[in-house]
């Protein structure tokens, strides 16, 4: 059993991949796992252990078969959407934006040969997929009902319960700049230079140039050495 949790902002509908986990095991282009979210025909589907085969393989539907869809390309391209898919022994779930949209059976077992992890295409670099991805995470269970719910409502994949195990997660975050702060004081008969963070530079001149300096904050100077700069 395993699941894999992603939101998507789509820039259009055109053929494409949101994830190939590729196994040399698998059929297709080694297709261990792979969605297309939707497809250019605006179908989802969930390919496993290879493709095609709706027996064994793959389970899909119409995205206008989901209650919440509009019908209207907006609806990709101006929303973020949640899915999740996950498979357990045979059982197969699409879930969308915290609601099963498709649960089917494929008897193929999950392959254990995986050895690389694409977003966003396949693994020649095609179906390339035009959007946004964000807060992608692999879990070795199949989540229930709640955790996807909790998932959709905002709750960071990594602060679900322990029982879920999840294996990976990819947050894409940057994260918010952060900059740093100089301070100078006179102190006596000497100059003291303090900083939180990064290394210390000096220079004879505005222009430099410049060297690192080896002191820890905060660094202290004779106020009667010839004239530096700090950045």
Known sequence: EMSF????????TANSSAFWIQSPSSSDGQRGWQAHTPWSNNSVYFDTAGCCDGATQRISAA???FPAY???????TDNWHHFVFTKKDAVKQIWIDGQLFLEGEN???LPTDITEMYFGSDTTGGNLMRGLMD???LFATALSEADIGALFGGTPPTELDAGTNIMAYWGFNAGVPIEPTIGIAKDGANVTVSWDMGVLQTAP???GPWTDSAGTSPL???AADAAKFYR
């Open 5 to 12: 949790s992603i939101w998507v902002k789509r820039a259009d």
């Open 63 to 65: 995205i206008d078969t």
């Open 70 to 76: 509009t019908g209207d390309i907006s609806w990709w």
């Open 107 to 109: 008897t193929s077992p």
């Open 135 to 137: 807060d992608y995470a």
């Open 205 to 207: 001149t505005a222009v």
């Open 220 to 222: 202290t100077e004779p």
